[in-house]
T-cell receptor, first 111, second 113 residues
Framework: KNEVEQSPQNLTAQEGEFITINCSYS?????LHWLQQHPGGGIVSLFM???GKKKHGRLIATINIQEKHSSLHITASHPRDSAVYIC?????????????FGSGTQLTVLP | DTAVSQTPKYLVTQMGNDKSIKCEQN?????MYWYKQDSKKFLKIMFS???????INETVPNRFSPKSPDKAHLNLHINSLELGDSAVYFC????????????FGEGSRLTVL
């Protein structure tokens, strides 16, 4: 049983739509990672956040430590945003290096 | 310059063979990792290593062994390959003991026949 849960598993949107991907985890953590895996397979780190909100271009990540929940938002989505988005958290007590990954959200943005 | 590079990108081999995947990072990071991504695209940590400590995921068979000749390299050696070892293996690095952003290699797709 994975203790990092993502939703939705699959998401199809029209270009320009506002996208939200959710991630919940089971224990208190020091920081949460959002990653993007391109169709070609490469993985890029988007955000690492421990509280509040971070913004990079059209991407916004928020985290609520008390609720054990994080969201990734994409504003004005574009077909090039089509990818798998993965959240990851260090769930092993005392080990920030051992990340547990969500199962990913496959996002498809149609032109 | 590629920040985290892995070789080979593709590896096809027979069951029972021994193989290695190499990883190098030129970011000056002190922590390196190996992750396995299975056919369902699920990522799992295999090892994390810095110059002081190796942390092994207890679910990883002991046929898998990380070898680090220096801080910039963390190679993955696999003995007696099995069909279930077929996957994409990602190397990554970060600054600090898991407190820094992760930088990933491009992945090495291993196919065991």
């Amino acid at each position: 049983k994975n203790e990092v849960e993502q939703s939705p598993q699959n998401l199809t949107a029209q270009e320009g739509e506002f996208i939200t991907i959710n991630c919940s985890y089971s224990v208190g953590i020091s920081a949460l990672h959002w990653l993007q895996q391109h169709p070609g397979g490469g993985i890029v780190s988007l955000f690492m956040l421990s509280s509040g909100k971070k913004k990079h271009g059209r991407l916004i990540a928020t985290i609520n430590i008390q609720e054990k929940h994080s969201s990734l938002h994409i504003t004005a989505s574009h077909p090039r945003d089509s990818a798998v988005y993965i959240c990851a958290a260090p769930l092993v007590p005392g080990s920030a290096r051992q990340l547990t990954f969500g199962s990913g959200t496959q996002l498809t943005v149609l032109p | 310059d590629t920040a985290v590079s892995q070789t080979p990108k593709y590896l096809v081999t027979q069951m029972g063979n021994d193989k290695s995947i190499k990883c190098e990072q030129n970011l000056g990071h002190d922590t390196m990792y190996w992750y396995k991504q299975d056919s369902k695209k699920f990522l799992k940590i295999m090892f994390s290593y810095n110059n002081k400590e190796l942390i092994i995921n207890e679910t990883v068979p002991n046929r898998f062994s990380p070898k680090s000749p220096d801080k910039a390299h963390l190679n993955l050696h696999i003995n007696s390959l099995e069909l279930g070892d077929s996957a994409v293996y990602f190397c990554a690095s970060s600054l600090g003991m898991g407190t820094g952003e992760l930088f990933f290699g491009e992945g090495s797709r291993l196919t065991v026949l």
